[in-house]
């Protein structure tokens, strides 16, 4: 059974830092992996879409990678801004059913402070 | 482009009432559609998915049910609420195993 794990639970940083997300599953048959953000109340935001054939991703300060064989991938911050802040979350769609669903790890609520 | 609606954005249904969220995707035909919960403190749970008209997956055992009268149209029901079914509930749509899923904007339900 796939289970996705996302550490840290929570992380607190000044602005203007780089962080670094982490998400790992334990069944590497995926077929890809999203990386989404969700505002309090609010429904889930694509954020990055990574190909199982793929090792990375970008769109503007955001970097994700996916080391499938070691069953994990990254999100990468780069200058983080108080508009960051929010509860990021992973999500894999498994490589053997044709049903497209998502398992989600718990999130990372990120807290970026002016 | 596609969008997806989800309605009401809020709902307070005291125990044994019915239920009816309603989910409508526009810009995509075909699309597989999900209903996910997010209980407080807990990740997201997936409910129900369908891969076209009439066609419903239960993923977990409960109180709730699913429709797909249309194409682009998915419905989360009840007959009688119970207090577990609280939650905050989530509609999505992929149209291809290669694509995102997108994702409503949620409905919160309360049960008292």
């Known amino acids: 059974k796939q289970e996705v794990t996302q550490i840290p639970a929570a992380l607190s940083v000044p602005e203007g830092e780089n962080l670094v997300l982490n998400c790992s599953f334990t069944?590497?048959?995926?077929?890809?992996l999203q990386w989404f953000r969700q505002d309090p109340g609010k429904g889930l935001t694509s954020l990055l879409l990574i190909q199982s054939s793929q090792r990375e991703q970008t769109s503007g300060r955001l970097n994700a990678s996916l080391d499938k064989s070691s069953g994990r991938s990254t999100l990468y911050i780069a200058a983080s801004q108080p508009g960051d802040s929010a509860t990021y979350l992973c999500a894999v769609r498994a490589g053997s059913s044709n049903t497209g669903k998502l398992i989600f790890g718990q999130g990372t609520t990120l807290q970026v402070k002016p | 482009s596609q969008t997806i609606h989800q309605w009401p954005a809020t709902l307070v249904q005291p125990v044994g009432s019915p239920l009816s969220l309603e989910c409508t995707v526009e810009g995509t035909s075909n699309p597989n559609l999900y209903w996910y919960r997010q209980a407080a403190g807990r990740g997201l749970q997936l409910l129900f998915y369908?891969?076209?008209?009439?066609?419903i997956s239960s993923e977990v055992p409960q109180n709730l049910s699913a429709s797909r009268p249309q194409d682009r149209q998915f419905i989360l029901s009840s007959k009688k609420l119970l207090l577990s079914d609280s939650g905050f509930y989530l509609c999505?749509?992929?149209?291809?195993?290669?694509?995102?899923?997108?994702f409503g904007q949620g409905t919160r339900l309360t049960v008292v």
């Open positions: 369908s891969v076209g008209i009439g066609q």
């Open positions: 069944d590497s048959a995926i077929y890809n």
């Open positions: 999505a749509w992929i149209y291809h195993m290669n694509t995102e899923a997108f």
